[in-house]
């Protein structure tokens, strides 16, 4: 999937790089080899969602951060908001411009958020369990926003709605209610854009209401890091 994926780069380089980020970043990196590649969520210290990032390791004392175009100086600013005397530099890196619209079919169809779609100022990591699976470390210690997630994994907690992946006609659009019943659960937020698979539907990412489920609901998974 990443192979189109436009997004922009950030670098954080320095003796520091590794201690700071790790310390920022629900992922534990202190494993990560060099030319090794992991999800993380960069989280508020409330637990909302700033940015979901693909990391990089590029050196002993350097890291790539990739999010969606149009995120990287958001992310960037929040990664200087919090170092402090830190011996480690933040500076935008090349990006890609990738293909957007083969991309996004095809994040569609793995179930992947977007930033300012799936995921905005008001998103938690819990929405997005399948995300959670691959971003999160739940035995790393301390890092902005751990208190929410920690909390919610302890008590088995389920966010108030929750990232599903289902078939919906030709013609649906973001923004078009998904229902039960006749009551509406949730909402749609991106749809595929091809049918290819689907017969006669095509396949989109929706966020319903906690304890919904949702006939013809597809299980997700994640995209591999690399």
Not at 18 to 36: C, E, I, K, P, W
Not at 152 to 165: C, E, G, Q, Y
Not at 178 to 192: I, K, L, R, Y
């Amino acid at each position: 999937m990443n192979e189109h994926w436009p997004y922009d780069s950030v670098q954080v380089e320095g003796p520091d790089a590794l201690t700071y980020l790790h310390s920022q970043l629900s992922q534990d990196l202190r494993s990560l080899a060099v030319g090794g590649t992991t999800w993380s969520f960069v989280l508020e210290p409330t637990g909302k969602v700033d940015a979901l990032v693909q990391v990089l390791r590029t050196g002993e004392e350097g890291f790539e951060l990739r999010v969606d175009r149009g995120s990287g100086e958001a992310l960037m600013a929040r990664l200087n908001r919090f170092r402090i005397r830190v011996k480690a530099e933040v500076s935008p890196g090349a990006g890609s411009e990738g293909d957007a619209a083969r991309y996004h079919d095809e994040r569609v169809r793995a179930g992947w958020p977007a930033m300012g779609v799936e995921i905005t100022d008001a998103t938690i990591p819990g929405e997005l369990p399948h995300v959670v699976a691959q971003a999160v470390s739940f035995t790393k210690g301390c890092y902005p926003g751990q208190e929410l997630v920690e909390r919610m994994d302890s008590r088995s907690a389920k966010a108030p709605r929750r990232a599903v992946l289902l078939p919906m006609p030709v013609g649906t659009v973001p923004g078009d209610a998904v229902t039960v019943d006749g009551e509406q659960v949730g909402a749609v937020t991106s749809v595929a854009t091809t049918t290819e698979g689907n017969g006669d539907g095509v396949l989109a990412i929706a966020l319903v209401r906690r304890g919904v489920e949702v006939s013809g609901e597809i299980p997700l998974g994640a995209p591999t890091a690399g």
